[in-house]
């Protein structure tokens, strides 16, 4: 609360000879003020006085604002002073006086206005805790008091009373008194950067408590960045999803396609699939890779601690990389292989998340220079979760560094409002039309894949019978391997040439089927496994 003259450098007489608020408690936590101001300007020559009455506090280090209405400003007489109300900094403050007109001597300003949601109340009970006088005055008070009309029917003994005097924070105790109705509160020559609070905590009941609405609508005054920022963040990732992050000439019919989508590989297909590149893709390439004649994948017996055993996966390199493969599929013939002939799993595990990677970043590079894709979706999706990561730091570095100015409804603001950025960045990759045709021809096969009928299916295997293991990929990265493998029930009596299991004594395709399930799950959790702490060397 600062009192400020509105010209020159204060006069060293200038005072406050007194100053007396007069409180009254309305329904709901309402207080009407009439402040009494006795100011002394002495002989120097001013225009008058500003009046700045706090409207934003500090609660749980989240601001709680006090509406503030000013209903009137008089002299002693009640006749009208001229004066401006204005905000600044948190502050309602009160121009009084005549800009062209120069005042001297002893002036009485009445300043009467109401301070709306200023009536706290714990457990029930409300609590009045005012600074009467304000703590921020330039020059001394000589007189500072307060009176507090209390509700009807209230005694005297059911009211606890303190006051305090002196600058904030100050515990220094001020006069306090309980009168027929009302309290009385007192204090003398008060310092300049100095004020008078007054506390009272009346009886449950004693004053109506706001409704929840009402409350609700204070308590969004006070939190409106926590829901404004997270649905301004909505709305804008709303519209870029709408206008950037939807496929070009999509939701077309989707036909049954016998034949996967010409000029893509598995991983490919799965990219094209769901958008990302996931490890599934790179285990369904080595099947693939198996399936096309460069390795052969054997189960084998490993030992373990204390002599146990345990199935391995043994990978034998048949032919050396050509022409017809794919970047991403010479990336992992090298990453598994180097330059030698044979690998094991368990050796592998740790040393080709590398591997992986590298994959990954050539098959989003592939498919968007093919323009399959608007944008690589790798890139897209980090640079939202860019701007995710940077919300969230801006949440935390204003707790961190502002918290004590109140922006937790800011910082919390921020927090939420990265959780839109984060999901819809997710889904904002997006294909061409070009990409949407391939899309549609990935799902026609896959229908295939699930639905093909049995008879159609045996003629088939009959005219190839590596269809199973040639197809298969394309089913893994579509997530349909268990129908496919399915449908091949009382078909197959040999595994495909490219799978080994010399623990088992006779072909059964349902064990088959289920060991091969394993060892691709195997396959996938340690070719993405982070390497080690204790360091060590690869297979």
């Known amino acids: 609360m600062l009192v400020t003259l509105l010209a020159g450098r204060l006069a060293a007489g200038e005072v406050i000879r007194a100053f007396h608020a007069e409180i009254r408690i309305e329904d709901p936590g309402t207080l009407v003020i009439t402040e009494r101001i006795e100011m002394d300007f002495e002989g120097a020559q001013r225009r008058g006085i500003f009046r ?112 305090f005097q002196g600058p904030p924070g100050s515990t220094t105790p001020a006069t306090a008194e309980v009168e027929v109705g009302s309290v009385r509160y007192s204090a003398e020559q008060v310092r300049p950067g100095s004020g008078l609070t007054i506390l009272a905590r009346l009886p449950e009941g004693s004053v109506r408590q706001p409704t929840w609405g009402t409350a609700l609508g204070w308590w969004l005054r006070d939190w409106w960045p926590a829901m404004a920022l997270p649905l301004l963040s909505f709305c804008v990732m709303l519209a870029l999803w709408l206008t950037r992050g939807r496929d070009e000439g999509g939701g077309q019919a989707v036909p049954v396609e016998w034949d996967p989508p010409r000029g893509l590989s598995p991983a490919e297909v799965g990219t094209v699939f769901d958008e990302i590149c996931h490890t599934r893709d790179v285990v369904a390439t080595i099947i693939d890779l198996a399936a096309r004649g460069y390795l052969r994948i054997e189960r084998v017996e490993s030992e373990k601690l204390l002599g146990l055993q345990h199935k391995d996966l043994k990978f034998t390199k048949l032919r050396e990389p050509d022409l017809d493969l794919k970047q991403h599929e010479q990336d992992i013939l090298r990453g598994i292989f180097g330059s030698m002939k044979t690998a094991k799993l368990s050796g592998l595990r740790g040393y080709f998340r ?71 960045g997710w889904y904002m990759p997006a294909r061409t039309h070009k990409g949407s045709l391939a899309l549609r021809d990935c799902l026609g096969f896959r229908r295939f894949l699930e639905m093909v009928e049995k008879q159609r299916l045996q003629e088939a295997h009959k005219k190839d019978p590596t269809l199973f293991g040639r197809l298969l990929p394309y089913a893994m990265v579509m997530g349909v391997e268990d129908r496919w493998a399915g449908h091949f029930e009382g078909l197959m009596s040999e595994p495909p040439s490219w799978y080994r299991d010399d623990s088992q004594a006779a072909f059964v395709p349902y064990l088959f089927i289920q060991n091969l399930g394993a060892d691709i799950q195997t396959m996938g959790s340690s070719l993405s496994a982070l390497p080690a702490s204790t360091g060590g060397s690869g297979g």
């Open 354 to 424: 590398t591997t992986f990677y590298e994959v990954r970043d050539h098959i989003y590079e592939s498919l968007t220079a093919r323009e399959l894709f608007r944008g690589n979706p790798q890139t897209v999706r980090n640079s939202f979760a860019a701007i995710g990561i940077l919300l969230v730091a801006a949440g935390a570095a204003s707790i961190f560094f502002l918290g004590a100015m109140g922006v937790i409804a800011w910082s919390v603001g921020l927090f939420l409002a990265s959780v839109p950025v984060f999901w819809f």
């Open 52 to 163: 700045n009455i706090p409207y934003r506090y500090e609660r749980y280090a989240n601001p709680y604002r006090v509406g503030i209405n000013v209903l009137a400003v008089t002299d002693e007489e009640g006749r009208p002073r001229p004066y401006v109300v204005s905000r600044q900094d948190g502050d309602i403050s009160i121009r009084i006086g005549d800009p062209d007109v120069y005042v001297t001597g002893r002036h009485t300003y009445v300043i009467r206005y109401t301070a709306r949601r200023a009536v706290n109340f714990f457990d029930g009970e409300p609590e009045v805790y005012w600074n009467a006088t304000g703590d921020e005055w330039p020059f001394a008070i000589e007189q500072a008091s307060a009176r507090l009309i209390l509700p009807d029917g209230l005694s005297a003994g059911a009211v606890e009373v303190r006051a």
